[in-house]
Protein backbone atom coordinates (compact mmCIF):
# COMPACT_ATOMS: atom_id res chain seq x y z
CA UNK A 1 0.00 0.00 0.00
CA UNK A 2 1.53 3.32 -1.22
CA UNK A 3 -0.29 6.68 -0.24
CA UNK A 4 2.45 9.11 -1.11
CA UNK A 5 0.65 10.09 -4.10
CA UNK A 6 -1.36 12.16 -1.79
CA UNK A 7 0.89 14.93 -0.75
CA UNK A 8 0.96 16.02 -4.48
CA UNK A 9 -2.89 14.96 -5.38
CA UNK A 10 -4.61 15.81 -2.16
CA UNK A 11 -5.81 19.34 -3.70
CA UNK A 12 -7.88 16.87 -6.22
CA UNK A 13 -9.96 15.35 -3.18
CA UNK A 14 -10.66 18.75 -2.20
CA UNK A 15 -11.73 20.20 -5.19
CA UNK A 16 -13.78 17.07 -5.60
CA UNK A 17 -15.44 16.72 -2.53
CA UNK A 18 -16.49 20.61 -2.79
CA UNK A 19 -18.12 19.64 -6.15
CA UNK A 20 -19.53 16.83 -4.63
CA UNK A 21 -21.37 18.60 -1.94
CA UNK A 22 -22.59 21.28 -4.08
CA UNK A 23 -24.16 18.97 -6.75
CA UNK A 24 -25.70 17.34 -4.27
CA UNK A 25 -27.17 20.57 -2.25
CA UNK A 26 -28.22 21.59 -5.30
CA UNK A 27 -30.18 18.52 -6.54
CA UNK A 28 -31.52 18.09 -3.12
CA UNK A 29 -33.09 21.13 -2.73
CA UNK A 30 -34.56 20.47 -6.94
CA UNK A 31 -35.67 17.37 -5.39
CA UNK A 32 -37.50 18.82 -2.47
CA UNK A 33 -39.22 21.09 -4.31
CA UNK A 34 -39.89 18.84 -7.24
CA UNK A 35 -40.89 15.91 -4.78
CA UNK A 36 -43.38 17.99 -2.63
CA UNK A 37 -45.56 19.00 -5.95
CA UNK A 38 -45.15 15.51 -7.00
CA UNK A 39 -47.07 14.14 -3.49
CA UNK A 40 -49.15 16.85 -3.33
CA UNK A 41 -50.53 15.68 -7.20
CA UNK A 42 -50.21 11.71 -5.84
CA UNK A 43 -53.12 12.45 -2.87
CA UNK A 44 -54.72 15.12 -4.88
CA UNK A 45 -58.87 14.45 -6.26
CA UNK A 46 -57.86 15.06 -9.89
CA UNK A 47 -57.44 11.62 -11.36
CA UNK A 48 -55.16 12.98 -14.09
CA UNK A 49 -53.10 14.67 -11.48
CA UNK A 50 -52.66 11.34 -9.81
CA UNK A 51 -51.88 9.35 -12.49
CA UNK A 52 -49.69 12.05 -13.37
CA UNK A 53 -47.75 12.17 -10.47
CA UNK A 54 -47.92 7.96 -9.85
CA UNK A 55 -46.22 7.69 -13.69
CA UNK A 56 -43.57 9.88 -12.92
CA UNK A 57 -42.55 8.18 -9.70
CA UNK A 58 -43.33 4.68 -11.16
CA UNK A 59 -40.91 5.09 -14.27
CA UNK A 60 -38.40 7.20 -12.33
CA UNK A 61 -38.27 4.56 -9.80
CA UNK A 62 -38.21 1.94 -12.45
CA UNK A 63 -35.06 2.70 -14.43
CA UNK A 64 -31.39 2.82 -13.86
CA UNK A 65 -29.83 6.43 -12.87
CA UNK A 66 -27.61 5.67 -15.46
CA UNK A 67 -30.00 6.00 -18.37
CA UNK A 68 -31.30 9.01 -16.76
CA UNK A 69 -28.26 10.60 -16.59
CA UNK A 70 -27.57 10.20 -20.68
CA UNK A 71 -30.81 11.25 -21.14
CA UNK A 72 -30.60 14.82 -19.60
CA UNK A 73 -27.80 14.94 -20.86
CA UNK A 74 -27.64 13.64 -24.22
CA UNK A 75 -30.92 14.99 -24.68
CA UNK A 76 -30.48 18.44 -23.60
CA UNK A 77 -27.53 19.06 -26.59
CA UNK A 78 -30.19 17.17 -29.26
CA UNK A 79 -32.53 19.50 -28.55
CA UNK A 80 -30.49 22.39 -28.04
CA UNK A 81 -30.83 23.39 -24.56
CA UNK A 82 -27.70 24.64 -23.21
CA UNK A 83 -27.39 27.03 -20.28
CA UNK A 84 -25.55 29.97 -19.82
CA UNK A 85 -22.39 30.38 -18.75
CA UNK A 86 -21.55 31.64 -15.16
CA UNK A 87 -18.22 32.90 -14.49
CA UNK A 88 -18.82 32.78 -10.94
CA UNK A 89 -20.05 29.53 -10.44
CA UNK A 90 -17.48 28.08 -13.23
CA UNK A 91 -15.05 29.67 -11.35
CA UNK A 92 -15.90 28.11 -8.46
CA UNK A 93 -16.43 24.46 -9.63
CA UNK A 94 -13.70 24.91 -11.98
CA UNK A 95 -15.51 22.97 -14.71
CA UNK A 96 -18.32 23.58 -17.56
CA UNK A 97 -21.50 24.68 -15.62
CA UNK A 98 -23.63 23.22 -18.32
CA UNK A 99 -22.47 19.64 -17.88
CA UNK A 100 -22.77 20.56 -14.12
CA UNK A 101 -26.19 21.44 -14.28
CA UNK A 102 -27.42 18.12 -16.42
CA UNK A 103 -25.81 16.36 -13.06
CA UNK A 104 -28.27 18.68 -10.80
CA UNK A 105 -31.04 18.10 -13.09
CA UNK A 106 -30.07 14.11 -13.14
CA UNK A 107 -29.94 13.87 -9.48
CA UNK A 108 -33.09 16.25 -8.76
CA UNK A 109 -35.23 14.49 -10.81
CA UNK A 110 -34.59 11.03 -9.44
CA UNK A 111 -34.35 12.05 -5.89
CA UNK A 112 -37.71 14.02 -6.43
CA UNK A 113 -39.48 10.29 -6.84
CA UNK A 114 -38.42 9.30 -3.57
CA UNK A 115 -38.63 12.71 -1.88
CA UNK A 116 -42.18 12.17 -3.30
CA UNK A 117 -43.00 9.49 -1.29
CA UNK A 118 -41.76 10.03 1.57
CA UNK A 119 -43.63 13.51 2.25
CA UNK A 120 -46.83 11.48 0.48
CA UNK A 121 -46.28 8.92 3.57
CA UNK A 122 -45.81 12.07 6.10
CA UNK A 123 -48.82 14.34 4.94
CA UNK A 124 -50.93 11.11 4.97
CA UNK A 125 -49.99 9.82 8.40
CA UNK A 126 -51.22 13.14 9.96
CA UNK A 127 -54.77 13.15 11.52
CA UNK A 128 -57.74 13.36 8.97
CA UNK A 129 -58.81 15.49 11.81
CA UNK A 130 -56.10 18.62 11.07
CA UNK A 131 -57.94 18.76 7.35
CA UNK A 132 -61.32 19.07 8.91
CA UNK A 133 -60.33 21.56 11.85
CA UNK A 134 -58.69 23.73 8.92
CA UNK A 135 -61.72 23.69 6.87
CA UNK A 136 -63.61 24.11 10.02
CA UNK A 137 -62.25 27.27 10.57
CA UNK A 138 -62.54 28.83 6.86
CA UNK A 139 -59.28 27.61 5.39
CA UNK A 140 -59.50 26.52 1.80
CA UNK A 141 -58.44 23.16 0.74
CA UNK A 142 -54.40 24.63 -0.37
CA UNK A 143 -54.45 27.21 2.93
CA UNK A 144 -55.00 24.04 5.10
CA UNK A 145 -52.31 22.27 3.15
CA UNK A 146 -49.66 24.86 3.54
CA UNK A 147 -50.40 26.22 6.74
CA UNK A 148 -51.01 23.07 8.48
CA UNK A 149 -50.79 19.66 6.86
CA UNK A 150 -47.37 20.17 4.91
CA UNK A 151 -45.69 22.16 8.64
CA UNK A 152 -46.47 19.15 10.58
CA UNK A 153 -45.82 16.11 7.59
CA UNK A 154 -41.73 18.07 7.15
CA UNK A 155 -41.47 17.47 10.63
CA UNK A 156 -42.16 14.04 10.66
CA UNK A 157 -40.09 13.26 7.95
CA UNK A 158 -37.55 15.49 8.08
CA UNK A 159 -35.16 12.54 9.15
CA UNK A 160 -36.28 10.68 5.90
CA UNK A 161 -35.26 13.67 4.01
CA UNK A 162 -31.80 13.98 5.55
CA UNK A 163 -31.12 10.23 4.84
CA UNK A 164 -31.96 11.07 1.30
CA UNK A 165 -29.01 13.41 1.21
CA UNK A 166 -26.78 11.45 2.31
CA UNK A 167 -27.98 8.82 -0.45
CA UNK A 168 -27.49 11.85 -2.92
CA UNK A 169 -23.67 12.71 -1.81
CA UNK A 170 -23.18 8.73 -2.43
CA UNK A 171 -25.05 8.38 -5.81
CA UNK A 172 -23.76 11.52 -7.15
CA UNK A 173 -20.34 9.46 -7.91
CA UNK A 174 -22.24 8.32 -11.02
CA UNK A 175 -22.41 11.88 -12.95
CA UNK A 176 -18.13 11.16 -13.12
CA UNK A 177 -19.24 9.56 -16.28
CA UNK A 178 -20.13 12.64 -18.15
CA UNK A 179 -17.13 14.37 -16.48
CA UNK A 180 -17.95 16.68 -13.98
CA UNK A 181 -14.74 16.89 -11.63
CA UNK A 182 -16.66 15.16 -8.59
CA UNK A 183 -14.87 13.09 -6.17
CA UNK A 184 -14.84 10.09 -8.00
CA UNK A 185 -13.68 12.02 -11.65
CA UNK A 186 -10.90 13.38 -9.34
CA UNK A 187 -10.00 9.76 -7.88
CA UNK A 188 -9.80 8.32 -11.24
CA UNK A 189 -8.11 11.51 -12.66
CA UNK A 190 -5.62 10.26 -9.94
CA UNK A 191 -5.43 6.82 -11.18
CA UNK A 192 -4.72 7.17 -14.07
CA UNK A 193 -1.89 9.80 -13.65
CA UNK A 194 0.06 7.75 -10.51
CA UNK A 195 -0.66 4.31 -12.37
CA UNK A 196 -1.87 2.85 -9.29
CA UNK A 197 -5.75 1.18 -9.59
CA UNK A 198 -6.69 0.89 -5.60
CA UNK A 199 -5.11 2.99 -3.54
CA UNK A 200 -6.93 6.44 -4.58
CA UNK A 201 -10.10 4.75 -4.40
CA UNK A 202 -9.63 3.73 -0.98
CA UNK A 203 -8.70 7.49 -0.16
CA UNK A 204 -11.96 8.47 -2.14
CA UNK A 205 -14.27 5.93 -0.72
CA UNK A 206 -12.91 7.81 2.93
CA UNK A 207 -13.79 11.66 2.12
CA UNK A 208 -17.05 9.89 1.01
CA UNK A 209 -17.14 8.24 4.34
CA UNK A 210 -16.04 11.85 5.73
CA UNK A 211 -18.55 13.86 4.20
CA UNK A 212 -21.83 11.17 5.41
CA UNK A 213 -20.99 10.06 8.78
CA UNK A 214 -21.19 13.77 10.40
CA UNK A 215 -24.44 14.08 8.57
CA UNK A 216 -25.82 10.24 9.67
CA UNK A 217 -25.05 11.65 13.53
CA UNK A 218 -26.43 14.78 13.35
CA UNK A 219 -30.02 13.48 11.60
CA UNK A 220 -29.82 11.20 14.06
CA UNK A 221 -29.50 13.52 16.96
CA UNK A 222 -32.16 15.81 15.26
CA UNK A 223 -34.27 12.11 15.45
CA UNK A 224 -33.82 11.75 19.08
CA UNK A 225 -34.59 15.53 20.28
CA UNK A 226 -37.62 15.11 17.93
CA UNK A 227 -38.59 12.00 20.12
CA UNK A 228 -38.30 13.72 23.11
CA UNK A 229 -40.20 16.52 22.27
CA UNK A 230 -42.79 14.15 21.30
Known amino acids: MDFSFLSRYWTFYL????????????AVVLGTC??????????????LLRIVGTAYVEF???????????IIYYGLQAIGIRFPDIPVMSALLGINFSDFMSGVITMGIN??????????????????????A???????YRQTMA???IPQAVRNV???????????????????????????????TVRGNTFQPFEPLLVAALVYFVLTFPLSKLLAHIERRMRTHD
Not at 60 to 70: D, K, S, Y
Open 15 to 26: TGAKNTLLLALF
Open 34 to 47: LGLIIAIARISKNR
Open 60 to 70: IRGTPLLVQLF
Open 111 to 132: SAAYVCEIFRSGIQSIDKGQME
Open 134 to 140: GRSLGLN
Open 147 to 149: HII
Open 158 to 188: LPALGNEFVVVIKESSIVSIIGIADLMYRAN
